[in-house]
């Protein structure tokens, strides 16, 4: 080979085929980050679902040893004072085994660090139980009980609990409340898109799905005429449960 040639082999690459390389490995890297971050974000999901379902079996032995009952509620929301020895995470510790599928993956409250302003009572859990099973809302005890759900395979227990807000740090929420005007109040309490617009619902019978809020919560205003609501869904009140 001669000096020419032998320089010319050494070169290596030239500007152009440099900036070529380097936009092609933007080019990919643009085009598998996003897959990279749905991926994550996919596998986070189904992690909180599989909580959840965990949770389901966890609320079935927990009926079975307290005489067919629900778990009870009483974590503070809204500067109310709280129950501590009402609260579901702590009365179902012996059936979910501690804290292991109590916090979502996604969750990114920053009260598990730190009190809520104003306050001493920090996040203790990724999920919420819907009141309408403790048996305080207009009398009606008689939800207490699994045997008396009527539609558990389609009745709300566990939501994703909202992250920020007085009511990040309570373990329950009040769907009760919500008609008026359902998603705004609602996302005061649940967080409805935690997953990818979506979030995860755990029911009675127990086990989870990934609905959007409408999906779960919605009414019909031409048909309704208050206080008589027509539902196109309430998977909250044990009465409705579709």
Request: charged content about 20%; proline content about 4%.
């Amino acid at each position: 080979m001669t000096a020419i040639g032998s320089a010319r082999a050494r070169a290596g690459f030239t500007l152009i085929e440099l900036l070529v390389v380097i936009a092609i490995i933007g080019l990919l890297i643009g085009i598998l980050l996003p897959a990279l971050s749905n991926s994550r974000k996919q596998s986070q999901t189904l992690k909180c679902l599989a909580n959840l379902h965990s949770l389901g079996q966890a609320l079935h032995e927990y009926s079975d040893n307290n005489d067919g009952h629900l778990p009870n509620v009483g974590l503070p929301h809204g500067g109310q004072d709280g129950y501590e020895s009402n609260a579901w995470v702590n009365s179902m510790q012996q059936e979910t085994g501690g804290s292991a599928v109590t916090r979502c993956p996604s969750d990114q409250s920053p009260y598990w660090d730190r009190p809520l302003e104003g306050t001493s009572s920090y996040r203790r859990v990724s999920y919420a139980t819907n009141h309408y099973t403790v048996g305080v809302v207009e009398n009606r005890e008689e939800y207490t009980l699994m045997t008396r759900i009527l539609r558990p395979s389609t009745t709300i227990l566990w939501v994703d609990l909202v992250e920020t807000g007085s009511w990040a740090v309570s373990d329950h929420v009040h769907a009760e409340n919500w008609f008026g005007n359902p998603r705004s109040f609602a996302s005061q309490e649940v967080a409805i898109e935690r997953h990818r617009k979506r979030a995860n619902y755990g029911m009675i019978d127990g086990h989870a799905e990934t609905l959007t809020f409408e999906q779960t919560y919605s009414i019909d205003v031409e048909a309704s005429n208050f206080p008589d609501i027509a539902w196109i869904h309430n998977k909250y009140d044990p009465r409705v449960g579709w």
